[in-house]
């Protein structure tokens, strides 16, 4: 789905550009985030609909509180250190693969969707929550774009990504600007895999899958840059989506690699340059 | 205004500044001269906090500046225009001049008076600071850093490749500030400069202050600058 991908991967491009850290286990925040859904749901004695919006609003709080912890505990602790931090996180995804495991079990469980009505066309009939995922991705995303060019937070974090130690000579606390840059991907990464997972299930292993997509998508629409970020999840989301359902799931991770490579080679700063 | 005493800093390991003293009044224009490497961009980076102190003091009428974390350092009234300029580049104009404000909260009065200061800049709020030509782009340096409304401002030559009339329009502005009673701490390498703008004078070499004196003891021929700059 092109729209949860562009969720999940503006998170992952959000952290690479303020931060020059590139998040291995972002994946594993997506995973968390449909896991703690499931217990939400599950756990909350309320009808579907409620219940999964309340897992909307929680899932993402308790990713994103955990992402901070990892930052101030980790991340910090390497000084951001573009290399260390990859080894760390690496470390981290496990840590939290073997925490879902534990606590959640090797079990895929399915969410229940909040509505299910479907929406009947004169030639398919479609899933009026599938529709609703479209629709609520672009205006999560179009909220990121807004906060990010509108707010002063938004402009903390251009500042900081810019130079760190300018931001720093302007009262700039870059240390708080990294555990909310950190926690705020990873809490986008939660609320597209609440968004997903009426549609598939919640499993301890499946944060690979949007953690490579992500990537091809950051790569491919140039590390840290917004605008190339969404063109390339939906370029990709879709000609995934398509391939996948013509052709194989195989073919379709084969031509996305290799327009990776392509990217690499010919354009290395992705195909929309290094703007904010 | 600022004092610094003994203070010795350098990148990790490396030690760069060595037992450093030196002042800075108020009102004054205080420059400081030196050979490429001597240390002076390092000594401004060591008053911002960007350096950590391994010993030895700054202090801001008073109140102690090393052991404060970079971020407060610009709270305490101390702005920085770094070598080079170093915008944020791809934010516009206008969003420069917003981070600068953000620290102290200046509202419309301090971002009136710096663009009253630079009115070139008000007809270009709209446009990515990284277009600007070098002159433009040092006086949203300068406007940036007046934002914080400092009582010291560090210039870390901010003349550096610019042309005559330009250069003429900052020697303009750092003395039209001084009148207003701020603390003016200028990497110039240029006498003929210098003698026109400098209230003081520091001679660095080899990471220390050599010398300070007044600028009235100073002549264009005078042995301080043949020996501390080569001229
Ligand atoms: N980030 C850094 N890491 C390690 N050493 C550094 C770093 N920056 C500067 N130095 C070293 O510190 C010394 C002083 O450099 P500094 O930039 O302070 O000199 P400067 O007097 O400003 O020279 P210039 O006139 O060229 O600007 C130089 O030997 C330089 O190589
Ligand atoms: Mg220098």
């Known amino acids: 789905m092109a729209a949860v991908l562009a969720l999940t991967a503006v998170g992952l491009s959000l952290v690479f550009g303020v931060m020059r850290v590139v998040n291995v286990a972002h994946g594993e925040f997506f995973m968390l985030g449909a896991v703690l859904a499931w217990f939400v749901t599950y756990y909350l004695p309320l009808p579907p609909a409620f219940a999964w919006l309340a897992a909307l609003i929680i899932a993402p709080l308790i990713v994103a509180g955990i992402a901070a912890l990892a930052d101030v505990l980790v991340l910090k602790r390497l000084h951001h250190d573009p290399e260390a931090t990859i080894v760390a996180t690496i470390g981290l995804l496990y840590m939290l693969q073997q925490a879902a495991l534990t606590f959640y079990g090797p079990d895929a469980r399915p969410v229940a969707a909040p509505f299910e009505w479907r929406i009947q066309l004169p030639w398919f009939g479609y899933s009026g929550y599938k529709l609703f995922v479209v629709l609520a991705a672009g205006l999560i995303l179009w909220g990121v774009w807004a906060f990010m060019t509108r707010t002063k937070a938004g402009l903390v974090m251009r500042a900081t990504q810019v130079d760190r130690d300018i931001a720093r000579s302007f009262g700039i606390n870059v240390d708080r600007v990294y555990a909310g840059t950190f926690a705020f991907g990873a809490a986008l990464a939660a609320m597209a895999a609440v968004l997903i997972v009426p549609i598939q299930q919640a499993h301890y292993l499946m944060g690979h899958d949007p953690l490579l997509l992500s990537f091809i998508v950051v790569i491919i629409g140039g590390l840290g840059s917004l605008r190339g970020t969404l063109i390339a999840a939906l370029v990709i989301g879709l000609s995934d989506g398509i391939i996948s359902m013509f052709f194989s799931p195989t073919l379709a991770k084969i031509i996305a690699t290799l327009l990776v490579a392509l990217v690499l080679v010919f354009r290395p700063q992705g195909l929309f340059g290094a703007k904010a | ?231």
């Open chain 2, 1 to 231: 205004m600022l004092q610094i005493n003994g203070l010795t800093a350098g990148y990790g390991p490396v030690t760069i500044l060595r037992d450093l003293s030196f002042q800075a009044a108020a009102g004054q224009v205080t420059c400081i001269m030196g050979r490429n490497g001597a240390g002076k961009s390092t000594l401004m980076k060591a008053i911002m906090g960007l350096v950590p102190a391994q010993s030895g003091q700054i202090a801001l009428l008073g109140q102690p500046l090393h052991r404060l974390p970079a971020h407060k350092v610009p709270l305490q009234g101390v702005a920085y225009v770094p070598q080079g300029r170093r915008l944020f580049g791809p934010l516009t104009v206008g969003e420069n001049i917003d981070v600068g404000l953000l620290a102290r909260n200046g509202g419309a009065k301090t971002r009136n008076f710096v663009l009253d200061l630079f009115p070139r800049l008000r007809e270009r709020l709209d446009q990515t600071a990284s277009t600007l030509s070098g002159g433009e782009q040092q006086m949203l340096a300068i406007a940036r850093a007046l934002c914080l409304e400092p009582k010291v401002l560090l210039l870390d030559e901010p003349t550096e490749g610019l042309q005559p009339s330009m250069i003429a329009l900052i020697r303009d502005t750092v003395l039209k500030l001084r009148e207003t009673g701020l603390a003016t701490v200028l990497v110039e390498q240029r006498v003929e400069s210098v003698l026109r703008m400098a209230d003081q004078v520091a001679f660095m070499a080899h990471g220390r202050v050599e010398a300070q004196v007044s600028v009235t003891d100073l002549r264009p021929d005078s042995t301080l600058f043949r020996q501390f700059v080569g001229v």
